[in-house]
């Protein structure tokens, strides 16, 4: 894990987007995008009520302490990026927001479509303040159709989008997936919007245009196959628990728990198929095989003959037995030297402690030295060899570049920013 010195945002010139500047006045839906776009060299400007983003308030909180400083979310979404104060309800603000507007490359908002236009954060406006400008704006259902002005949360997305109709089983009927999915899903696609936007401006004479993202559709890009399997074959995939949806069907049980864990075995953990073979004789090995090891039984599995629940249930039976008592790691390996697909299931805590994403360099460690701390960050998403990725620091306190961005990009004065200050605009 290579260290980071201190500093916020660290510098990043050799980054695809270093002399960018990007203003973000995003919610969940945005914060992850504008990071991103940060991470590959843009200036990223987070613009905040005087009391802080209310992101802010969002846990789990460093030492479980609740406060605008020791969120751990708002930590992870806004790292590297300059925070300054802007009371877009009073109109020195506004004027003030759209000074910041129109030396900037791109704007990050999540506004329903009209609501922001009372303190001039619209997307119209914006446009009217800066046309160079790519205006990203990142809502629950676009800024079309009849859905457009409803409420969402991730759940909902996650629900609307389709995505959730593919967790769960039967028994237990749809599931949300633990982690915010359908918001990782719009910032990433909203990212992608961006960078694709700015190049295409150098084409249209410097102009720039709305990027419209959907978290619904987000969230319904995100489903493999399932869209087609219905418009072709008229099946609904749906949740199949420990078992793999295949064209509406549910196929064998492929997660098996172990003595440490779970590992993730196809085709009831290799049983089924091509490795039948090898795997039965694994099994033989350790005499657990039970009747598997008879020819019949070799022949049927090998030549993927349909099996009847009874003998389904056998053969799980037998790989959840033999998996049991033995490690993850262990299993794997062997595996996969004979050829079958295993992998084992990482929790949080292994993924951190993966040798091969050490390898890879791939966490960073991020100094807070407000707090005298330094934490394990996420790396790279993707590495770029000539204009590379670079995590840019921890995520700002409230109006910690105030002074700075207003002084340095806006020009003002320090009795222009001390007038600011007293009025209550910063």
Request: hydrophobic share 40%; aromatic share 6%; charged share 25%.
């Amino acid at each position: 894990m290579p260290d980071r010195s201190d500093g916020v945002p660290l510098p990043h010139p050799d980054g695809p987007l270093s002399g960018y500047r990007v203003v973000d006045i995003a919610d969940e839906k945005g914060q992850l995008c504008a990071r991103l776009l940060g991470e590959l060299g843009a200036d990223v400007i987070k613009v905040e009520p005087r009391a802080g983003d209310r992101t802010r308030a969002n846990g789990p909180f460093f030492r479980d302490e609740e406060g605008r400083e020791s969120s751990l979310y708002w930590w992870a979404m806004n790292a590297g990026k300059r925070s300054v104060t802007c009371e877009l309800r009073l109109e020195a603000g506004r004027d003030l927001f759209h000074q910041l507007v129109a030396g900037a490359d791109a704007v990050i908002e999540t506004s329903a479509p009209g609501a922001a236009k009372d303190v001039g954060a619209d997307p119209r406006t914006l446009a009217k303040v800066n046309p160079g400008a790519v205006i990203v704006s990142i809502t629950n259902y676009g800024q079309t159709g009849p859905a457009r002005n409803l409420p969402a949360t991730d759940i909902v997305g996650s629900a609307m989008g389709g995505h959730m109709f593919l967790n769960g089983s039967e028994e237990r009927g749809p599931v949300r997936t633990t982690v915010p999915q359908a918001y990782a899903q719009v910032n990433f696609q909203a990212a992608v919007g961006a960078v694709v936007a700015l190049y295409a401006r150098g084409a249209h004479g410097g102009l720039g245009q709305r990027v419209d993202v959907s978290m619904q559709e987000a969230m319904a890009n995100a489903m493999d196959n399932a869209q087609q399997t219905w418009d072709i074959l008229g099946i609904n995939n749906r949740g199949p628990g420990s078992g793999r949806m295949v064209s509406g069907r549910e196929g064998p049980r492929y997660i098996y728990e172990t003595a440490d864990g779970w590992v993730a075995a196809l085709g009831m953990g290799g049983l089924i198929g091509p490795t039948s073979g090898a795997m039965i004789d694994w099994l033989a090995e350790t005499g657990e095989a039970g009747p598997l090891t008879a020819s019949h039984w070799r022949e049927r599995l090998e030549v993927v003959q349909p099996l009847e629940p009874d003998e389904q249930e056998l053969l799980v039976g037998i790989m959840q037995k033999f998996c049991r008592t033995r490690r993850k790691d262990d299993l794997v390996r062997e595996a996969q030297a004979r050829n079958a697909g295993w992998a084992p299931v990482y929790s949080p805590r292994e993924i951190v402690e993966s040798d091969q994403l050490e390898a890879r360099d791939y966490w960073v460690q991020v100094r807070h030295e407000d707090i005298g701390e330094t934490f394990v960050y996420p790396g790279a998403p993707f590495k770029l060899a000539g204009t590379p990725w670079r995590q840019r620091g921890r995520a700002p306190r409230v109006g910690e570049h105030s002074e700075e961005v207003y002084g340095d990009v806006l020009g003002l004065d320090p009795d222009d920013i001390v007038k600011l200050r007293r009025t209550m605009v910063i």
